[in-house]
T-cell receptor
Framework: DVKVTQSSRYLVKRTGEKVFLECVQDMDHENMFWYRQDPGLGLRLIYFSYDVKMKEKGDIPEGYSVSREKKERFSLILESASTNQTSMYLC????????????FGQGTRLTVV | GENVEQHPSTLSVQEGDSAVIKCTYSDSASNYFPWYKQELGKGPQLIIDIRSNVGEKKDQRIAVTLNKTAKHFSLHITETQPEDSAVYFCAATPSGGYQKVTFGTGTKLQVIP
């Protein structure tokens, strides 16, 4: 059974804190993604990675960075958390190639107070 | 970049009726159109997809149609059941580049028993 696992289901952090969201996949996928989900806005791409140590900005990268030191792990970093980063964060992975399915983690609900 | 619009944002149907969700996309290079279902507390999961060389695809009670000329694609659910209640996302993926998946804003479907 394929799996994308996010380290936390719920997180509460204070404004200004550095926050790490971790994601691990066991499918040996090349591509990994971080999305943010907000009501009425759908899934917006923050960053994606197509290989180890490689990353590309998505549609809303401001205030975020990422790290991919190993193929199976993709981390999202909030350098200095702000209240407007309160959201649901979803990690996904996908095999390289056309028309391949994306597999999602269960999501991390982050609240910044 | 690609822009995917999805309608309606909410949809209520009686059990046994049909439900239709419509999406439009902007990038003519997109050639893969998956649909994802997100149940409460879970990440999105692929339910059906269609490629640009096909006009229609069916899987039991679910069907998807694609009109490449008009850049429209739709999800049809027949004989709806309470377990169909969820948020549905359409998406579009281009054939080239990093094949970034762009999602619609989501439709919350409620099936009333």
């Amino acid at each position: 059974d394929v799996k994308v696992t996010q380290s936390s289901r719920y997180l509460v952090k204070r404004t200004g804190e550095k926050v790490f969201l971790e994601c691990v996949q066991d499918m040996d996928h090349e591509n990994m993604f971080w999305y943010r989900q907000d009501p009425g806005l759908g899934l917006r791409l923050i960053y994606f990675s197509y290989d180890v140590k490689m990353k590309e900005k998505g549609d809303i990268p401001e205030g975020y960075s990422v790290s991919r030191e190993k193929k199976e792990r993709f981390s999202l970093i909030l350098e200095s958390a702000s209240t407007n980063q309160t959201s649901m964060y979803l990690c996904a992975s996908r095999r390289q190639g056309q028309n391949t399915e994306a597999f999602f983690g269960q999501g991390t609900r982050l609240t910044v107070v | 970049g690609e822009n995917v619009e999805q309608h309606p944002s909410t949809l209520s149907v009686q059990e046994g009726d049909s439900a239709v969700i419509k999406c439009t996309y902007s990038d003519s290079a997109s050639n893969y159109f998956p649909w994802y279902k997100q149940e409460l507390g879970k990440g999105p999961q692929l339910i059906i997809d269609i490629r640009s060389n096909v006009g229609e695809k069916k899987d039991q009670r679910i069907a998807v149609t694609l009109n490449k000329t008009a850049k429209h694609f739709s999800l049809h659910i027949t004989e709806t059941q309470p377990e169909d209640s969820a948020v549905y996302f359409c998406a579009a993926t281009p054939s080239g580049g990093y094949q970034k998946v762009t999602f619609g804003t989501g439709t919350k479907l409620q099936v009333i028993p």
